[in-house]
């Protein structure tokens, strides 16, 4: 346990902190340096860890051997299932994108049976590209939109989905035959909110919210540098905070939550009242409302105008509740950020009540749709650097004499 303690420790200063000296680990860690030359040196043999070179400190002396993060052969994957895709992202230890795809599914229409054999399709199909890119994943983790026990793996409620009570790591596990690697399951905002405090715009801000912008929107929450997940791990459902009692129908059988203000199938309801718009890429549905706020279609932007006041009062309640420094917005949000966030900015700073509050600002994500299986994978990398005498040896080991 002591030595798997020191080994992690090891692991994830240099993913902080890269081309490190025995000796700069040792006096940033606090253990001995012999105790840091015989954890490299097992790094090393397990190519988690490898060597970039010399540096010389000064003129006299042993010059010092670099080492930096390396397992290009252990792999992370992460999925995510939402309304209507599925997305994947697959990276090495060192955090090298070795697959990122996104297909259309409509997961609604497919019910679980469908919508788990084909997440199990896509994992496979990911799992060969990252072989192919010479990383063997050693573990999955899967994104949805909905409540999650994480603990045991089971979807709890996805309304958007009409999924309940689904076990979907203990199913999926099934679907991948014989592939057996640890599988678990999160919230798609929480994995999200990860990925934007790792590598996002917002990367290092100890306190944001992340909102996802999809037929649904759920929020992650990051206060003091760590995922909020509340009593029961059920934190961050912004999108069925009450906003209009007398409000339309949510998916989740209240009326007025935020969802029906903000989400993508409200603002195309309200752009195109008269028009039954067929499942697709919420992406390229984005993108097609764009080229009609470029154009200057005037209900679209009427539309856009009014969906932005309301993602204000939503940013304003969390401002209120959480005090975050940012407010990040991805999915369909971030594509329409030039036109969605003036007034979503404009509406928080009038209703927010602490001063020091209204510099609490929305920033469009960077990351794009695939925000949450980004998170999802780096949830991997995390398990992994935590236990590093988990992952498959991929040098033979002579038994003892």
Not at 53 to 69: C, D, Y
Not at 317 to 324: K, V, Y
Request: hydrophobic residues 45%; glycine residues 12%.
């Amino acid at each position: 346990m002591l030595r798997q303690t020191n080994l992690s420790l090891v692991l994830r200063h240099l993913r902080d902190h890269p081309a490190q000296s025995r000796a700069d680990i040792a006096e940033a860690t606090g253990l001995h340096r012999a105790t840091v030359s015989n954890l490299v040196a097992e790094l090393l043999d397990r190519r988690l860890v490898r060597e970039t070179g010399t540096e010389h400190a000064g003129a006299i002396g042993r010059p010092r051997r670099p080492v930096t993060l390396h397992g290009a052969h252990v792999g992370a994957l992460g999925l995510e299932i939402n309304v209507d895709y599925i997305s994947a992202h697959g990276s090495d230890l060192s955090g090298r994108v070795l697959v990122e795809r996104r297909i259309a599914f409509d997961a609604m229409a497919g019910g679980p049976d469908l919508s788990l054999r084909q997440l199990g399709r896509v994992a496979l199909e990911a799992v060969e590209a990252m072989k192919t890119a010479g990383a063997t994943p050693a573990g999955l983790s899967v994104a949805v939109p909905g409540l999650v026990d994480v603990a045991n793996g089971v979807v709890t409620l996805a309304p958007n989905l009409g999924w309940h009570d689904l076990p979907l790591a203990a199913r999926l596990s099934a679907a991948l035959g014989p592939w057996r690697v640890p599988v678990t399951v999160d919230n798609d905002a929480n994995l999200a909110a990860l990925a934007e405090h790792t590598s996002g715009v917002a990367a290092g801000t100890s306190h944001l919210v992340y909102l996802t912008g999809e037929v649904g929107v759920g929020g992650g929450i990051v206060l003091d540098g760590k995922l909020l997940r509340g009593a029961d791990g059920f934190s961050g459902e912004i999108g069925h905070l009450p906003v209009d009692p007398g409000g339309p129908r949510c998916g989740c059988g209240r009326h007025g939550c935020l969802e029906t203000k903000v989400g993508l199938a409200a603002l195309m309801k309200a752009a195109h009242p008269e028009t039954s718009l067929p499942a697709s890429d919420p992406e390229e549905r984005a993108i097609e409302i764009a080229r009609g706020l470029t154009a200057g279609d005037s209900r679209m932007a009427e539309a856009v105008a009014q969906v932005g006041k309301w993602l204000g009062l939503g940013g304003s309640i969390l401002a209120n509740l959480f005090n975050p420094r940012v407010i990040v917005v991805g999915g369909y949000f971030a594509t329409l950020a030039e036109w969605l966030l003036p007034p979503a900015q404009t509406e928080l700073e009038r209703l927010v009540v602490a001063r020091s509050a209204s510099q609490c600002r929305f920033v469009a994500s960077d990351l794009g749709f695939g925000a949450a299986a980004r998170g999802a994978a780096s949830v991997v990398v995390n398990r992994l650097i935590d236990h590093p005498t988990m992952i498959p040896d991929p040098i033979p080991r002579l038994a003892p004499h």
